[in-house]
Every structure is written in C-alpha cells, then in structure tokens.
C-alpha cells in the first residue's frame, strides 16, 4: 500500500496530471488545439527536443550538463549544407554529420574528464564554439532541394504518429532500458549521488562521463539531421535557442540538477508538457517574447518545484517520536 502511495505521491504522477490538465485546458480554450493534424504537428515539432533530451537526462544524472546540444544542432546542419553544395550524395553526408557530433561531444568530454572543468562552463564555452563553427562553414545562406525521399519521412506519418517520434520511441526504450535495467545506469546514478563513493567502488568515473557526452553529441546531430530534412533547409542558425527547451524538460521532468536522481518516462512526459504548452500558444498567436518567457519560466519552475515537491514529501513522511520517560519522572 505504501508503495501505491508513494507512486501517486512522486513527481512523475504529478507530471502526468499536468500533461492531461494542460492538454485539456487547451482543447477547451484553444481553437483547432485538439484536432489530429494538429496533435501531429505538436508531436513532430518536439521530435528534436526529445532526441536531445534523452542522452542529457544521463548527463544531468551524473551532475553535469550538456548546453551546446542545440548549437551542435546548428553545426549538423550547417555542414549537410555545404556537403550537399559540394555534391556528396546524402547517406554518406548523414555518416560524416553524425561523426562531426560525436567530436562535439568527445570535445566536452575530454575538457570535463581530463582537465576537470566544470561542464556549465565548458558547455556554455562551446555553445558559442560550435554555432561560431557553423557560420564560418556556411555563412548567412541557407541550403535546400534534399531529396524528397528522405524529407518526406522527416515529415510524414504513419497514421497520426510522425515518422521521426517512432525514431524517438525507439531510442528511447533503448537508453530507458540501460538507465533503469542494467548495472551501467546503476553505475550513472551513482555518479550522481556521489562520485567519490563511486570512484572508490570501482566505477569507471572519467570514462563513462566521456561516453555519455559523446552520445549527447551524436543525438544532437541526429535531431539536427531531422531538424534540416523536416524544414528541407541547412542554415547555421537552425535550433537556436533550442538549448533552454531541451534543459527545461529534462529538469521538468524530475531529474535532479545536482545529480542522483530521475527518470526516462519522466523527461518524456516534461517534453510533452512543453510541447503542449508551446503549441497552445502559438496556435493563440503569442509573441515569440511570451514564448521566451514561457520557456524562462518552465526553466525556473522545473528547478524549483520537483526540489518543493520532495521536500513536503519527506515532510509529511516524517514521524515524531517523543524520547522514552527516563526512571523516576513523572508526567
């Protein structure tokens, strides 16, 4: 019983009410919000987000941070560009931009793991880095015509589910699978909760934080590989700003900012809360200022309020016990 209880009592379930109480408002308020080719497109435009988030969810679990996923992003596209203008056929263009990601990340890795930089500074360091790259790669013009077969995807569906979130279940169950089920997510959670214990229980510290920044390069590249083909169009500025989505999820989704604690299902739904929000307002025909807001606000909120909720949890869970009568006192 107690366990049913503290399932319905933990962050997720709460996300969970906000997604549908959210969605519903929406529905009732918002015209058009609830139709299926809208609910399509809501799910297509948070594709690229989620792709980003689910390597990051391990990053932040472990106590660091990734900033530079978007600005990988950009880079991906940049160089698809340039590499379709050069006349490079696509499949091995997709090879290359997908190595490019995984330098990107191996780069942060490499400055936080062996030079023990601090991964806010770092990241924050080559968010700027990588969307300098991508202007110097492809300058202010924009590249498009890819191939219909691939663009097609990028933007088709399979009933009223987007091709690419399929892609992004699929990916999903996969690092959901490692991070709960197999002693390696045991072994990132640990680096969360605390590295020392974990570096002296013979957890491979240096290395697993290194591979977990270069899976976080490689998915950016892979959202933005989805990102050009979705709008058919390589510019170096594409997902900018796209860096305080993809945080605001995976911290709305209930993982810990300081490491030690979260949950896959949990960042999913964040994405989703997010999405639906997003599409709301812009179906309500909101400023891109609002949306900036709105976005700041969820940033802060999702810092904020997971830290609230466990706080009045233990709370409440706590049991005052009064210290035994000691001989001879009387009440």
Request: aromatic share 8%.
């Amino acid at each position: 019983m107690s366990d049913v209880k503290n399932r319905l009592m933990s962050w997720e379930s709460a996300l969970l009410v906000l997604l549908i109480g959210s969605w519903s408002v929406a529905s009732l308020t918002v015209e058009g919000f609830s139709g299926t080719s809208n609910m399509s497109f809501l799910l297509l435009d948070v594709s690229e987000i989620a792709l980003m988030a689910i390597p990051l969810t391990l990053v932040v679990i472990t106590g660091e941070i990734d900033l530079s996923v978007a600005s990988t992003l950009g880079l991906t596209s940049a160089i698809i560009g340039t590499l379709w203008d050069a006349g490079l056929t696509i499949e091995s263009i997709f090879v290359i931009a997908l190595l490019v990601g995984a330098v990107c990340g191996l780069v942060n890795g490499l400055l936080v793991t062996r030079l023990g930089l601090p991964s806010l500074a770092v990241t924050i360091g080559t968010l700027a880095l990588y969307r300098g790259l991508a202007y110097v790669v492809l300058g202010d013009k924009a590249v498009a015509d890819f191939p219909q077969v691939y663009t097609g995807w990028a933007t088709g569906s399979i009933g009223p589910i987007p091709k690419p979130i399929l892609l992004v279940a699929v990916l999903a169950v996969i690092a959901g699978v490692i991070l709960h089920a197999t002693p390696l997510g045991r072994s990132v959670f640990a680096l969360g909760y605390n590295q020392e214990a974990a570096y002296f229980a013979g957890i491979r510290v240096k290395r697993i934080k290194l591979w977990l920044f270069v899976a976080s390069g490689v998915f950016a590249s892979l959202a933005g590989i989805v990102y050009t083909l979705r709008y058919s169009s390589a510019r170096a500025d594409n997902g900018t700003g796209l860096e305080l989505a993809v945080v605001a999820a995976v911290l709305l989704g209930g993982v810990s900012f300081f490491g030690g604690r979260g949950t896959l299902p949990g960042v999913l739904t964040g994405v989703l809360v997010f999405g639906v929000l997003r599409n709301a307002l812009i179906l309500a025909d909101v400023s891109n200022e609002v949306l900036n807001f709105v976005t700041g606000l969820l940033l802060i909120s999702s810092v904020l309020a997971p830290n609230l909720a466990t706080l009045v949890r233990n709370r409440r869970s706590r049991t005052v016990t009064p210290p035994p009568l000691m001989e001879g006192t009387s009440v």
